[in-house]
């Protein structure tokens, strides 16, 4: 029936003849809506632009603002040592404490003092020698040489040469190493340079380079974090706007400083185009902003109007071209019927219209005539469930129950139909009652399936030989890995066996630990061959038995292994450098953390993070100085990590931890 409603659709719009001069209509509506739309677009372009340069403009002098606010407290300090010869720390302090830092000047860590020492022929020293407040983090600063670090070095450089406050490059504050929890924020350092005999009203500052070279005796500074030092802005002036701070570092090369959408990309098309590029125009200050407009930057007028315009009018100008069309083009209802009675009667598929009370054929197109090989006199004569033998006239008055309900629009079954010389054959009938004919009428579509049964026994028949295929191919691979396990399983034997015949200790440990990497191997292809799934490896499960057979090589040790992983699953391809990077950071922890019969642990989590997944070998041993120098093992873990598209974190603070950030893409199904 589904043919007869789209004959009855094609028919409905032939029959209707749609005037010119609805058209025309149509044409003149929708000419003026695109114009009024341009224009809305056009008004809301020129709007978004001015708010574009105005939030940026507002972004740079905020900027300024507070780096200007920042220096006075610098010169502030600076001007503290100009009015008296000895500031003693107590002095230092009461002057920082009344400036109320934390909550008039966010981002500020303290403001603080370094000496200039001079050593001979030996490089300068910028020793910190006060910074308050003296917090826990501010007193790990203090002592520590300023004139040791590139970057620091430059910008207080500069200060002393140009006798002005300057701003360094991007640095890693030596507070963020005390800090908990969180990243590190980048940060930068403000520098004023203090020369001798900057006493009473003149600041004494040198005429010459050479002059300021000779009398500089240290620097008032201040630490910034520069999360903290926007803050403000991102509250206020950023919320329709990406922003980047790029900071000219060593050689010239851009350094990213602040970012206030971190690890997005940058946008390749910002929103209607608004972009910008400007210095930071403060003096002693070499960053550079880059802004791009963010899609909520208009007003949601400035977004709602032009489509609300646009959608509008094409509504308007449809609903007055179908009032026109309608009013002047409908044709005769007899014109339509006569139309559909010529395609159902031409149609190839077997039509049949009957008498909804009584299942009386009424009517029957020429393809039921071909197939059936009745005249239409003698179709006439019969009813549906005549023609069909596994069909009574209950059976169709049962199918045609939900249909005079209203329940339904159509009903659709299978049976056999027969022909005059007494063959059947398949078909597929579907019934939908009219009862608003009159007198009501049933129309059938009978499709005759016995092509279609064909084409599903070839199908059939093709899905069992491919399912034997498959059946083959998966008893080839179970079989594959096994032959590699026991391949494997010879090889490590061998080598055990050689390894047991070697005195040198150190040597028979290296051939033990080739073996123990060959075994790894094995235990992948064991685990693949004994699961129903021959080409995924469950990672989480592989650990588990990865960490039990270790666990029970090192049980003397009396050292505990815990495993937390969750079930995922990856290719052999991955699965293979994950588990020799595991293998080796799980034997290096029970091998070298725990000396002398200390007692400990060793966790080993794998745990989904975002699409990917995260894996920590960790353990509470004596762990290794940053210095330690790289072994063959981390070696290994750092090229089988390049291969999986990651690279291990390695942390020393209380024992060791390792963690890789692995990929989605290795999980993937």
């Not at 078909?427 to 599903?456: I, M, N």
């Not at 060793?602 to 041993?621: C, I, K, N, P, S």
Request: proline share 5%; charged share 25%.
């Amino acid at each position: 029936m589904r043919f007869l409603d789209r004959m009855r659709r094609r028919l409905a719009v032939r029959a209707v003849k749609i005037p010119a001069r609805a058209w025309l209509l149509l044409g003149l509506s929708l000419c003026l809506t695109l114009a009024a739309w341009r224009g809305a677009d056009e008004l809301a372009r020129s709007a978004a632009a001015q708010e574009f340069q105005f939030r940026h403009a507002e972004v740079l002098t905020s900027l300024r603002t507070r780096l200007a606010a920042y220096r006075q407290i610098l010169h502030g300090g600076l001007g503290l040592l100009q009015v008296t010869r000895e500031v003693g720390p107590e002095d230092w302090h009461r002057y920082v404490a009344s400036l109320a830092l934390a909550e008039e000047f966010p981002g500020i860590q303290g403001v603080g003092y370094a000496d200039w020492i001079r050593r001979g022929d030996a490089p300068e020293q910028a020793v910190i020698t006060r910074l308050e407040p003296m917090d826990e983090r501010n007193r790990r600063a203090v002592g520590f040489d300023m004139a040791s670090e590139e970057v620091r070095r430059a910008a207080m450089e500069r200060a002393r040469d140009t006798g002005q406050a300057t701003v360094s490059g991007v640095v890693t504050l030596i507070q963020e190493g005390a800090r908990k929890g969180g990243p590190a924020q980048p940060g930068f350092l403000m520098y004023v340079p203090h020369y001798a005999g900057m006493h009473g009203a003149d600041d004494g500052t040198p005429a010459t380079a050479e002059e300021r070279r000779a009398a500089l005796r240290g620097f008032v500074y201040a630490p910034f974090r520069m999360g903290d030092f926007m803050r403000a802005i991102e509250a206020d002036e950023l919320k329709d706007l990406r922003l980047q701070l790029l900071s000219t570092g060593a050689g010239g090369t851009p350094a990213l400083l602040y970012d206030s959408r971190p690890g997005e990309p940058w946008p390749e098309e910002p929103y209607r185009g608004l972009a910008a590029t400007a210095a930071v125009a403060f003096p002693g200050v070499d960053w550079t902003a880059r802004f791009a407009a963010l899609p909520p930057a208009a007003a949601a007028t400035e977004r709602v109007m032009p489509p609300a315009i646009l959608a509008g009018g094409i509504v308007a100008s449809l609903l007055a071209f179908a009032a026109v069309a309608t009013a002047l083009g409908l044709r005769r209802m007899e014109d339509e019927n006569a139309s559909l009675g010529r395609v159902i009667e031409r149609a190839s598929a077997e039509i049949y219209i009957l008498d909804a009370r009584t299942l009386c054929i009424r009517r029957a197109n020429r393809g039921a005539r071909a197939s059936l090989g009745y005249s239409s006199a003698d179709l006439r004569r019969q009813s549906l469930p005549d023609l069909q033998p596994g069909m009574d006239a209950g059976a169709v008055e049962a199918l045609l129950a939900p249909l005079r309900a209203g329940e339904r629009a159509q009903v659709t079954y299978r049976t056999v139909q027969r022909r005059r010389d007494g063959s059947e054959y398949p078909v597929e009938v579907s019934l939908q009652l009219h009862g608003t004919a009159r007198p009501p009428v049933v129309l059938a579509l009978v499709q005759d399936l016995t092509e279609r049964r064909r084409a599903e026994e070839a199908l059939e028949r093709a899905l069992a030989d491919t399912r034997e295929l498959l059946a083959e191919k998966d008893t080839l691979l179970r079989e594959i890995h096994h032959r590699v396990k026991n391949n494997l399983q010879v090889i490590w034997s061998l080598i055990r066996l050689e390894a047991a015949e070697i005195s040198d200790p150190a040597i028979r440990h290296r051939i033990e630990t080739v073996a123990r990497r060959i075994s790894v191997l094995g235990q992948i292809h064991q685990q693949l061959y004994g699961t129903d799934n021959l080409a995924r490896v469950d990672i989480g499960e592989y650990l588990r038995q990865l960490s039990a057979s270790l666990e029970r090589l090192h049980e003397h040790q009396g050292i505990a292994l815990e495993v937390a992983a969750e079930p995922l699953t990856c290719d052999i391809e991955h699965a293979i450098p994950i588990g020799l990077i595991a293998n080796e950071l799980i034997s290096n922890s029970l091998e070298h953390a725990f000396p002398t019969d200390r007692r400990g642990r060793v966790v080993v989590r794998l745990h989904r993070r975002g699409q990917g997944a995260e894996l920590t070998v960790a353990d509470d041993g004596v762990g290794a100085g940053p210095q330690a120098p790289a072994g063959l093992g981390l070696r290994l873990v750092e090229a089988l990590a390049g291969q999986l598209g990651t690279e291990p974190v390695v942390e020393r603070a209380r024992g060791t931890r390792t963690t890789l950030a692995l990929p989605a893409s290795l999980f993937a199904a």
